[in-house]
C-alpha cells in the first residue's frame, strides 16, 4: 500500500511538472525556438522535412518548423480547451444540480431542454453555425464548443445529485429545511467532484481533437494561427510518410489529458480526506 | 457443397476467358471511383463535372466535338444521334438528319421530336436549367421530317455546333406527359431511359450509381459489361481504393499521390492537359458599399504592387511540384486560344515594394505590416474550404504579402457560404477556381462586364472593360477561327494589362487506371468519351468482378 | 405508470419538435439555397434560382414553412430532396439501415468491453495494469476520430490489405452467404473506429463508477453481513455503479451520430452521417429536415430507455 502510495506521489508530481512545462513552454516559446511559427522557410526545398538537428521536430507541408509550431500552438489549443471546458462544465453542472433540486416541473423543463440540445447531432449543430457565421476568432471558437459540449454534463450531474439527494445525509439535510443555495455549495458540489473531476478531463479531452476534427472539415482555427489540431490536419492525405507531423502533436494532447487526468485524480483523493 | 456449386461457373468463365481465344477483347467491369456524385441524371440539368459524365453516359448527343478539340465551325465534330447536317441556304438554319439506327434504351427509334423536347426543356424556365443561358444564340428547334430535326440561328456566330452539341435529345414520348415545372422530381429523373452507350441499372445517390453496356447500339457495343460510378467522399480513402484494386480509375490524383503510386504497379498513371485553372480576383468595387469603387484594390498600382509581390514559380512547385504551370492568363494553355507569348507581372519585391512606397504605405508596424494614416495594410480574402489546393494556396499566398507589408486575412469559407460571399461582393480578393472547355463562350461569365442577360455572372469582382466586352463580342461571332483568336487575345491580354488578378496555377491531370485495361488515347476534356473503346488486356489477369454478368 | 410513460412520450414529442425546428430555422439562416450547386458553377442565373425557390415555398416566411412542413410531415410526406434527385423518405429508408447496423454493432461492442474493462479495472483500481487501462483509454480518447480511422484505413486495409478500404460491401461481390460473410468483413474497420472512443469513455466512466462504489457504505455493510464476494462484486456493486454509464449511454446516441458523420465519410459508408453532412452542405432543406426528424426520435427513445435502465440499477430512484 505505501509503494502504491509513493507512486502515485511521483505520478502527480511527474504531471504537474509536465503540465508547467507545456505553460512554460507555450509562454516562453518565443526565447525557445529559432523560427517564427508562422515563417515558411522554403516550401519548395523544405517542406515536409523529418526530424533533424536544424529542425528539432521536421518541418510540415509550407517548411513551417513544427517545433516553433508545437510550442506556438499550446497557446491556442490550450486556450480553446480550458475556455471551452470552463464554459461546458460551468453550464452543465450548474443546470444538471439546480434540476436535481428544482421542484418537479422546472426538473421535467430543464432536462428535457437538455436531452433536446443533445438530440442534435454536435457536428453538425457546429456545422450550421459554422456555416452562418463564416471563419470564428479565437474566443467565440472556444465559446461555441463549450457551449454545444455542456449537455453531457448536465445529464451525468444530474443522475448523479438524484444518487446522492437519496442518501440519508442528503437527505436529512434537506429534511432540515437547508436553503437550496446552501444545499448545492456546501453539501451537493463537493460530493460532485469525483464525477466532475471525470467529466473534466473528458471534455477536455474531447475538446481538443475537436478542434482538430474541425480543422479536418475545414473549419477551426484560422490560418496561419497553429494548433495542435490544425497541425494534425496537415499531414491528412500522407498520415503514415509524414508520421513526425501526427505523433509530436498526438504525444503533447495525450501527455496534457493524462497529466491533466492524474491532477484530477490528485485533488480529488485530498478533498475525500 | 452449395459454395463450390456457386464457384464453378464463376470459375469455368474465367477459365474461358484466360485461356480460349475470345471472339472479342472487350468484357470487363470498370468502377470508377469519384469524391462527388452526379446532381441529376437529366443533361438539361447537369452543373458538375461528374454530371456531365454520368449524363453523357447515358445520353448521346447530336454531334460530339472530337479528339481536336477544335470548337469553331463543323471541322473539329464528330456524328452521333445526327448522322448528317447541312446549312440552308439562308445560313442560319441548320438540318440534323438522325441516324436510322438510333434507339431509345426502351427500344423506340429516336425522332426529330426528341430534339425538340430537348430542346423545350432546356428552355422552359420553370426546370432552371444551367444551359439556357449558354445557346443564347439559338432562336427556335423545328421538326422537318420524322428524322430531320432544324436548329434556327439568331444569327451566325463561331460556335453554333457547340450550341447544337448542348441540346440532346430527350425521349419525348416519355418527357411531354411530364407538367411543366415537374421533370426534376420526375419518375423519368430517377430512372431516365437515355440514348447512349450505356443504360442506369441502379442507383443509391450519394453512394452508387450501376450501369449497363447497351449491347446493340447503333454505334456498337461498348467495350466494358459494366460501368459503376462509385462515391467516395474522402480523397485520402478514395484513392485508397483505386491503390487496393477496389476501383479502377480514379480521374484526378493529387501530387502527392501521384508520388505514392509507385507503390501500387497495377495502376497505370496517365497525364493529360489539364482544363482548370485558378487565380486570385481583386475586387473592384467596395465590399461595404458595393456601388462605389474599392478604397484600395480600384489603383492599378495596388494591384500591380500585389501582383509582382506573389512568387508564382514557388508556389506552383510549393503545391503541384512539376504537376502543374503558372497559369498565363484567363485561359488554359491547351485552349485553341491561348497566347503564351502574354507575360502576367514577374514576381519582384523590389517593384512591389517601390509601388507600395508610392502609395503612401511607407510606415511599418512592429510585425512589419505597412500602415498608412494610422491603418494598417490588410486585406480579406474569400477561399473556400473544401478546395484544398486553394486552401494551401492562400497559406503560400499569405506569407508572400507578408514579406512586402501586406496583411492577408484568410475567410476560409464553407462551399455555398463562400459563393454566397463572392456573389454579394463582400471581400477584397477571393481565390477563384474555373473549370473550362474547348469553348470559350464561358469567358463572358467571368471577365464580361455584368449584365441583366447573365453576363459576368461569375465576374466575381466586377471587372469592367469596354474592350474586353467588345472583343469577347466580336471573337464569339467571328465566322473565322483565326479572327476569333485574335479578337479573344485581345481581351486576354486587356484583362492581364489591367492587373485584375494574379494568375495562380494551371494543373495537369493525372488519372490513374488500373492496368488490365487497355485504353485509347486519353481525352484531356472528358475521358469517359471513349471508355467505349476500352479493352482488357487478353495478357493481364482479370478480377473477380470482370466476369460477364449472366443474363437475368 | 402508464400515465407517466405517456407524460415521458408527450415530453419526448416536444423534444423532437424543438430540435426539428431549430434546425429547420438554422439551415435557412445560413447563405446558400438548395439550387445553388457546385462551388464554382454559378451558371444557375439568380432570377432563374429565385422561381424554384418560390415554386418549393421557400420564399416564404420560415414560420409558415415549418408549419406546412409539420402538415406535410403529420400526412407522411417528407418532401423532396433536392441534392439526391428522390424523395426524402426514400433516402432514409437507404441510409437508417446501414447506420443502425453500424451504430449497433458498434454501440453494443463499446458497452461490453468498456462495462466489462472499466469493472474490473476500478474493482481493482490499485493494481497498475488497472490503472494502465484507464490511461490507455484516456489515450485513446486524445487522438481524433478522423486520425483513427484513417490510420485504420491506411495500415490495416491498405498497407496490409487486411480488410477493405471503403463501402458497405464488395461491388459486383458474392450473394448469399458469401455476400454476408463480405459485409461483415466491410464492417470490421468502420466498427472499430466508431466503437474505439465510445469504449474508452465508457471504460473511464465505469472504472470511476466502480472505484468509488468498493468502497461504499452499503457494500461494507454487505460483506459484514456474510454476502459471498462474488455476490457483492456482480450484484451490488455493478449494478450500482451502471448509472453513470447508463446515463451516457442514451445520451450517446446524438454523439454517436456526429462520430458517425466522420467514419461514414472517411469509410465512403453510405449512411444517415453522410445524409446529414451532405445536407447540410448542399442546403438541402427537406432531407436535413427528415434526417433531423429521425435523428431526434433516436436519441429521444434512446434516453427513455436509459432513464428506464437506471431506474432498474438504482432502486433508490424509482420513488424520486
Known amino acids: 500500500m505505501k509503494e502504491a502510495h509513493a507512486s502515485r506521489e511521483t505520478g502527480v508530481r511527474l504531471a504537474a511538472a509536465f503540465l508547467a512545462l507545456v505553460g512554460v513552454g507555450a509562454l516562453a516559446a518565443p526565447w525557445l525556438t529559432t523560427h517564427a511559427p508562422t515563417a515558411q522557410l522554403d516550401p519548395v526545398a523544405l517542406a515536409w522535412q523529418p526530424p533533424s538537428a536544424a529542425h528539432w521536430l521536421g518541418t510540415d507541408s509550407y517548411s513551417r518548423d513544427v517545433w516553433s509550431r508545437l510550442l506556438f500552438g499550446a497557446r491556442a489549443t490550450m486556450g480553446i480547451a480550458v475556455l471551452a471546458v470552463t464554459v461546458s462544465l460551468t453550464f452543465g453542472t450548474l443546470v444538471g444540480a439546480v434540476a436535481a433540486l428544482a421542484p418537479r416541473w422546472l426538473d421535467a423543463l430543464l432536462m428535457r431542454a437538455t436531452d433536446a440540445l443533445l438530440a442534435i447531432p454536435r457536428l453538425l449543430l457546429l456545422l450550421l453555425v459554422v456555416a452562418g457565421a463564416g471563419t470564428l476568432e479565437f474566443a467565440p471558437l472556444a465559446i461555441l464548443l463549450g457551449s454545444t459540449g455542456w449537455m453531457m454534463t448536465a445529464r451525468v450531474v444530474r443522475q448523479d445529485s438524484g444518487r446522492l439527494l437519496a442518501t440519508p445525509h442528503l437527505e436529512g439535510a434537506r429534511a432540515l429545511g437547508v436553503p437550496w443555495a446552501r444545499l448545492l455549495t456546501r453539501h451537493l458540489l463537493p460530493s460532485l467532484l469525483p464525477t466532475l473531476a471525470v467529466a473534466a478531463t473528458a471534455a477536455f479531452a474531447a475538446a481538443v481533437p475537436l478542434e482538430s476534427g474541425l480543422s479536418y472539415l475545414g473549419l477551426g482555427v484560422r490560418t496561419p494561427l497553429p494548433s495542435w489540431g490544425n497541425l494534425l490536419a496537415d499531414a491528412e492525405s500522407q498520415p503514415l510518410a509524414h508520421w513526425w507531423v501526427i505523433v509530436f502533436p498526438t504525444v503533447m494532447i495525450a501527455g496534457t489529458v493524462l497529466a491533466a487526468n492524474a491532477l484530477a485524480n490528485a485533488m480529488e483523493r485530498q478533498w475525500r480526506r | 457443397m452449395p459454395r463450390l456449386a456457386r464457384l464453378r461457373p464463376t470459375l469455368l468463365l474465367l477459365l474461358a476467358l484466360g485461356c480460349g481465344p475470345s471472339d472479342r477483347a472487350g468484357g470487363g467491369t470498370v468502377i470508377i471511383a469519384s469524391p462527388a456524385d452526379t446532381e441529376t441524371l437529366i443533361p438539361a440539368l447537369r452543373t458538375t463535372v461528374t454530371g456531365r459524365m454520368v449524363t453523357e453516359l447515358l445520353f448521346d448527343q447530336l454531334i460530339e466535338l472530337g479528339p481536336t478539340l477544335n470548337p469553331f465551325g463543323d471541322a473539329g465534330f464528330e456524328p452521333r444521334l445526327a448522322a448528317r447536317w447541312s446549312w440552308d441556304s439562308d445560313s442560319l438554319a441548320l438540318a440534323m438528319t438522325l441516324d436510322d439506327d438510333a434507339r431509345w434504351h426502351d427500344g423506340r427509334p429516336v425522332v426529330a421530336a426528341d430534339v425538340v423536347t430537348g430542346y423545350r426543356v432546356i428552355m422552359d424556365p420553370t426546370n432552371g436549367s444551367p444551359i439556357r443561358s449558354e445557346i443564347t444564340d439559338l432562336d427556335s428547334v423545328t421538326v422537318r421530317d420524322e428524322r430531320t430535326a432544324v436548329l434556327h440561328f439568331k444569327s451566325r456566330t463561331a460556335e453554333p455546333f457547340v450550341t447544337a452539341a448542348a441540346v440532346v435529345p430527350l425521349p419525348s414520348h416519355l418527357i411531354d406527359t411530364i407538367p411543366a415545372g415537374a421533370l426534376a422530381t420526375s419518375a423519368f429523373a430517377q430512372q431516365p431511359v437515355g440514348s447512349g452507350r450505356y443504360r442506369l441499372v441502379a442507383r443509391e445517390p450519394k453512394a452508387r450509381t450501376e450501369f449497363a453496356a447497351v449491347t446493340d447500339h447503333y454505334r456498337g457495343r461498348p467495350g466494358p459489361d459494366r460501368l459503376a460510378l462509385v462515391v467516395a467522399p474522402d480523397p485520402a480513402t478514395g484513392i485508397a481504393k483505386l491503390w487496393a484494386e477496389e476501383a479502377d480509375v480514379w480521374d484526378n490524383l493529387p501530387p502527392t499521390e501521384v508520388a505514392a503510386a509507385a507503390a501500387h504497379p497495377q495502376v497505370r498513371l496517365i497525364q493529360a492537359a489539364g482544363w482548370d485553372y485558378t487565380f486570385i480576383a481583386f475586387n473592384y468595387r467596395d465590399p461595404s458599399d458595393t456601388a462605389r469603387a474599392h478604397p484600395l484594390l480600384a489603383d492599378h498600382a495596388m494591384r500591380a504592387a500585389l501582383s509582382h509581390a506573389v512568387d508564382r514559380e514557388q508556389l506552383v512547385r510549393a503545391l503541384f511540384d512539376t504537376l502543374a504551370r503558372p497559369l498565363l492568363g484567363p485561359f488554359v494553355r491547351a485552349q485553341f486560344t491561348a497566347d503564351t507569348t502574354l507575360a502576367p507581372p514577374a514576381f519582384d519585391t523590389t517593384a512591389a515594394n517601390r509601388l507600395l512606397d508610392s502609395l503612401g504605405w511607407t510606415a511599418r508596424d512592429r510585425a512589419g505590416i505597412r500602415r498608412r494614416g494610422g491603418r494598417p495594410l490588410r486585406l480579406r480574402a474569400l477561399v473556400p474550404a473544401p478546395s484544398a489546393n486553394r486552401v494551401r494556396a492562400s497559406v503560400l499566398v499569405q506569407e508572400q504579402l507578408r514579406r512586402v507589408g501586406v496583411d492577408l486575412v484568410i475567410e476560409k469559407l464553407e462551399g455555398q457560404a463562400f459563393g454566397a460571399a463572392r456573389d454579394a461582393g463582400t471581400f477584397d480578393l477571393v481565390f477563384h477556381g474555373v473549370g473550362t472547355t474547348p469553348s470559350v463562350r464561358g469567358l463572358r461569365t467571368t471577365w464580361a462586364s455584368r449584365t441583366p442577360a447573365g453576363n459576368g455572372r461569375l465576374n466575381a469582382g466586377n471587372f469592367r472593360d469596354t474592350t474586353v466586352d467588345a472583343s469577347l463580342e466580336a471573337g464569339l461571332t467571328a465566322l473565322d477561327p483565326e479572327r476569333t483568336r485574335t479578337q479573344i487575345r485581345t481581351a486576354y491580354r486587356r484583362v492581364i494589362d489591367d492587373a485584375a488578378a494574379i494568375w495562380l496555377y494551371e494543373p495537369v491531370q493525372v488519372a490513374g487506371v488500373h492496368r488490365r485495361f487497355v485504353t485509347p488515347a486519353w481525352r484531356s476534356d472528358a475521358w469517359w468519351r471513349t471508355i467505349g473503346e476500352w479493352r482488357l488486356d487478353p495478357a493481364a489477369t482479370r478480377l473477380a468482378r470482370d466476369a460477364r454478368p449472366t443474363a437475368p | ?320
Open chain 3, 1 to 320: 405508470m402508464g400515465a407517466s410513460l405517456l407524460g415521458r412520450l408527450a415530453q419526448g414529442a416536444l423534444v423532437v419538435l424543438f430540435v426539428v425546428a431549430t434546425c429547420f430555422a438554422l439551415i435557412r439562416l445560413a447563405p446558400g439555397d438548395p439550387f445553388f450547386r457546385a462551388l464554382d458553377e454559378a451558371s444557375v442565373p439568380a432570377e432563374v434560382r429565385a422561381a424554384q425557390l418560390a415554386r418549393f415555398g421557400y420564399d416564404r416566411p420560415i414560420p409558415e414553412q415549418f408549419a406546412r412542413y409539420l402538415g406535410n410531415v403529420v400526412r407522411g410526406d417528407l418532401g423532396w430532396s433536392h441534392s439526391r434527385g428522390q424523395p426524402v423518405a426514400q433516402a432514409i429508408a437507404t441510409a437508417l439501415p446501414s447506420t443502425l447496423l453500424l451504430v449497433g454493432t458498434a454501440g453494443l461492442l463499446a458497452f461490453v468491453v468498456g462495462v466489462s474493462l472499466g469493472a474490473w479495472s476500478g474493482w481493482h483500481a490499485d493494481r497498475p495494469i488497472a490503472r494502465g487501462i484507464d490511461r490507455g483509454a484516456m489515450l485513446l480518447l486524445s487522438i481524433p476520430d478522423y486520425l483513427l480511422a484513417l490510420l485504420a484505413v491506411m495500415g490495416p486495409a491498405l498497407a496490409w490489405g487486411l480488410f477493405p478500404v471503403g463501402g458497405a460491401r464488395t461491388e459486383f461481390g458474392p450473394t448469399g452467404l458469401l455476400g454476408l460473410v463480405d459485409r461483415l468483413h466491410h464492417l470490421v474497420l468502420p466498427v472499430l473506429a466508431l466503437a474505439l472512443p465510445i469504449a474508452a469513455v465508457v471504460t473511464r466512466l465505469q472504472h470511476a463508477a466502480m472505484r468509488d462504489v468498493r468502497d461504499a457504505a452499503f457494500i461494507r455493510t454487505a460483506r459484514a453481513n456474510g454476502v459471498p464476494e462474488r455476490r457483492i462484486r456482480w450484484r451490488h456493486a455493478l449494478r450500482n455503479a451502471l448509472v453513470p454509464v447508463l446515463s451516457y449511454g442514451g445520451v450517446q446516441v446524438a454523439a454517436a451520430l456526429s462520430g458517425v458523420v466522420v467514419i461514414e465519410r472517411i469509410f465512403a459508408w453510405p449512411g444517415m452521417g453522410r445524409l446529414l453532412y451532405d445536407g447540410v452542405l448542399s442546403r438541402d432543406y427537406p432531407l436535413i429536415a427528415g434526417g433531423v426528424l429521425v435523428a431526434a426520435i433516436g436519441t429521444v427513445l434512446g434516453t427513455m430507455v436509459a432513464d428506464l435502465a437506471i431506474r432498474w440499477a438504482d432502486p433508490r430512484q424509482r420513488n424520486a
